[in-house]
């Protein structure tokens, strides 16, 4: 479904991401997990067509996205649906607005039937009948179930979630890692998500990758990472450093 | 477009800890880098704004247009730069009449021809230069710290997400209004600068406001040396700011740079384009 | 109606806040005064970040003004065969009026806005509560430099602009109309006074004085991270503007006459 494959990235002289490759199978859940700095949310961006490597090639769905044009892009880009870290949302949108986003820009469906799904997107985030409101007057727990719902709307067969329990109290991360295991379930997606709470991620992911400075130092699955000999994912996954 | 981003590489931020680190470059590479960084920023950043203006042009002339937001974006322009250009063309206006009285004083003593010669140099000279450098300071960094701001926030890389594309669809509406709003403000600018003239040169030096109001000297080559000019700035400002808005990367500090760099460049792009313009105004239209 | 008197209303208090905080910024400096205490490396530095910074705009702004002045005149130096007045009529405007106040909004664009993006962003990222906690005063370390830089860099920038905007249209005099440098020189030597020359340069001073007051102030009370910086940085700039031009209006009658009372009574 996804494949990365020898990319590189340069950031003036210095190489960000150094010959990353993996495979994500149809309906996998990925978790990108590393120290901050290491380039996951390029690897991310890389992934959406929104950065474009300096080497190597990058598969969505059966097609090499890192020659296309900005126009060829869009319809991958349809197939993604991304939840930024630092939420994103419109300020200059109300919420309906923000979430009613991606379908107009598809142009597929009349007002009304946006107006609907949107009403229902509200519903199954918990957040019923909000669309009035503007983003500024939202808690950090509701503009993250407000970005999940403008990245699900579409019903993206890929979701890709950068960090969706920053900055939140333990309760709210908890109520978004339930929520992200719903829609995984309800739809057969493929997905990728980076964060730091290795315990929610463990709940919602198979498979696991963890960055380095820029280079895959693990890829494999869940049984694979609590086994690994490697010492410095064995210190990440149990949260140890060298100095004790 | 001279160096904005250049220093940015070397982390001049606050006064926090760096500089104190001795930078000798010890090698030629080291060297031809130092000089080439700056020289490659200035065209790269020249290179976009093309790049940009072409897109916007295209996109003006291409597919459905926000149109509320054009009336939106008018009315933000209009209402932001009001006051503040009424204020400094009317300064503008008093101290160009009152420096230009006292050497007529010395002169000749004549003070009938005073707002005859004055009314030319205003509409080809002064109003749209002094009116779009204030533009691009009000409005062109307003510009520039919102689609920043966006920027920073990851909104911009939401839009691109989505299928639109940020020139298209945060550019453009500025562009159109851009280019409206400032001939229009211009118009105004010329206005309020002729009329604080006329009245401090009636205040200073007693010349009568009949005397004053005089177009005779108005040739149709400074009108439409004027108002190319100021066409050429409305559409100069929202792709410069525009652009240095999109560049911008980082948290608020990259907002911060996004905005000095709307102001300095377009301010820069705004006194080019009127060395351009005038010249081959003189050129086509030398002296009746 | 209400909402008009509303609204004329609440933007005379926000007008007046700002005032009083630049009053009051102004009284915080005036107090550091005495004794005068500088950060020597810090005002060194600033010096340098502020020339550094300036200098190429400043350089190209002033090619091309002078280069426009000359464009401008022409029809006007041709049409009464005027010749022998252009340098004059340059170097007139140039110094007394168009060279500090298209410098003083260069260098507002550039160092001004430059200044209060990096002292909001400094205010924003928790930089300044921290110097705080070092017990290091804030204004004395990071904003006295500043301001003696600014000011000291608008004036010698400015003597530089006016150099260089001459040479602009002493060339295009040349390519233009067919002014010999000589004519051009000579003219402008022989009927400008020092006097010009000098309500240009002290006027430079005072708009670098406003700027570094301006974006100081609208730099430290910067709120609300990424957004509340730029509009900062706008608002600086707006008022730096504002605060040239009516200096500009307010200065030169006072320098003028101070002048004139100067050589009434000495010379």
């Known amino acids: ?244 | 477009m001279t160096g904005v981003g250049a220093d940015r590489s070397s982390g001049s931020t606050g006064s926090t800890g760096e500089g104190e680190r001795a930078d000798r470059p010890s090698r030629i590479a080291d060297i031809l880098a130092s000089v080439g960084a700056p020289v490659f920023y200035v065209l790269s950043t020249v290179g976009d704004v093309f790049k940009t203006f072409g897109l916007a042009v295209y996109y003006t002339f291409r597919g459905k247009k926000r149109w509320d937001e054009v009336i939106n974006q008018c009315y933000q322009i209009g209402n932001r730069s009001l006051v503040f250009i009424t204020v400094v063309m009317a300064f503008l206006g008093m101290i160009l009449i009152f420096q230009s009285g006292l050497q007529v004083k010395r002169i000749t003593g004549d003070f009938s021809q005073m707002g005859a010669v004055y009314l030319p140099l205003l509409i080809r000279q002064f109003s749209p230069i002094i009116g779009a450098l204030m533009i691009a300071t009000r409005v062109g960094t307003g510009i520039a710290a919102e689609i920043g701001s966006m920027v920073v926030t990851e909104q911009v890389d939401a839009l691109r997400m989505n299928a639109t594309q940020p020139v298209k669809y945060l550019i453009v509406p500025r562009f159109i209004a851009g280019i409206f709003m400032t001939l229009v403000l211009v118009v105004y600018s010329t206005l309020v600068s002729f009329l604080a003239g006329m009245l401090t040169a009636h205040v200073y030096f007693e010349v009568p406001y009949d005397t004053f109001w005089d177009i005779s000297l108005v040739r149709w080559a400074d009108l439409l040396i004027g108002v190319t000019k100021t066409l050429c700035f409305g559409m100069a400002i929202p792709v410069v700011s525009g652009q240095a808005g999109l560049a911008a990367f980082g948290g608020s500090e990259g907002v911060g740079w996004a905005t000095t760099a709307a102001v300095v460049n377009s301010s820069l792009a705004v006194i080019m384009l009127d060395f351009v313009v005038g010249g081959v105004g003189f050129m086509v239209f030398p002296t009746n | 109606m209400n909402g008009v008197l509303h609204r004329v209303g609440s933007s005379i208090l926000s007008l007046s806040r700002e005032v009083g905080g630049l009053a009051v910024l102004l009284g915080q400096i005036t107090v550091r005064l005495f004794p005068p205490h500088l950060d020597g490396k810090e005002t060194w530095r600033s010096f340098y970040k502020v020339g550094v910074k300036s200098t190429p705009i400043v350089v190209t702004t002033a090619l091309l003004t002078g280069a426009i002045m000359a464009v401008q005149s022409s029809a006007f130096i041709e049409e009464w065969g005027a010749y022998g007045l252009l340098g004059w009529g340059a170097g007139f405007s140039i110094m007394r009026e168009v060279g500090p106040i298209l410098i003083g909004l260069m260098f507002s664009g550039r160092v001004g806005a430059n200044n209060t993006a990096e002292l909001g962003t400094m205010k924003v990222t928790e930089q300044i509560d921290a110097l705080r906690t070092l017990a290091i005063d804030p204004i004395s370390y990071l904003i006295m430099p500043r301001f003696v830089a600014m000011i000291v860099m608008l004036v010698l920038l400015t003597v530089i602009g006016d150099l260089f905007a001459l040479v602009g249209a002493m060339i295009f005099a040349d390519l233009m109309i067919d002014v010999s440098p000589q004519v051009f020189w000579h003219s402008l030597l022989e009927m400008t006074y020092l006097i010009d020359f000098l309500v240009g340069v002290i006027k430079a001073g005072f708009f670098g004085f406003a700027i570094a007051l301006v974006s100081c102030h609208y730099g430290l009370k910067v709120t609300g991270g990424a957004v509340g910086v730029g509009r900062a940085v706008n608002n600086c700039v707006v008022a730096s503007a504002i605060g040239i031009f009516f200096l500009d209006y307010l200065l030169t009658p006072l320098i003028d006459s101070a002048w004139a009372a100067l050589f009434i009574r000495y010379g």
């Open chain 1, 1 to 244: 479904m996804i494949r990365v494959a020898h990319v590189t990235k340069y950031r003036g002289r210095q190489a960000v991401l150094k010959d990353v490759s993996f495979e994500i199978p149809a309906g996998a859940s990925l978790a990108l997990i590393g120290p901050g700095g290491c380039g996951k949310t390029l690897l991310t961006k890389i992934i959406g067509g929104l950065v474009r490597p300096d080497q190597g090639e990058v598969w969505v769905d059966g097609q090499e996205i890192t020659r296309l044009s900005e126009i060829e892009l869009t319809r991958v880009r349809f197939k993604i649906g991304m939840l930024f870290q630092n939420y994103a949302l419109f300020d200059f949108m109300d919420v309906g607005d923000n979430i009613a986003f991606p379908l107009r820009q598809e142009g597929k469906l009349d007002e009304e039937e946006i107006a609907s799904q949107v009403e229902a997107i509200l519903k199954e985030v918990d957040l019923p009948g909000i669309e009035r409101l503007q983003v500024n007057e939202l808690s950090g727990g509701m503009k993250r179930r407000v970005t999940f719902a403008r990245a699900v709307i579409r019903r993206p067969p890929i979701l890709v979630y950068d960090d969706p329990t920053a900055g939140l109290d333990p309760v709210t991360s908890s109520k978004i890692f339930i929520l992200l295991d719903r829609l995984q379930r309800q739809g057969a997606t493929t997905s990728i998500t980076i964060s730091h709470d290795l315990v929610g991620l463990r709940s919602i992911c198979t498979k696991w990758a963890m960055l380095v400075a820029g280079e895959v130092v693990f890829f494999g699955t869940s049984e694979e990472i609590e086994r690994s000999p490697t010492k410095v994912v064995r210190q990440f996954w149990m949260g140890e450093s060298d100095e004790v």
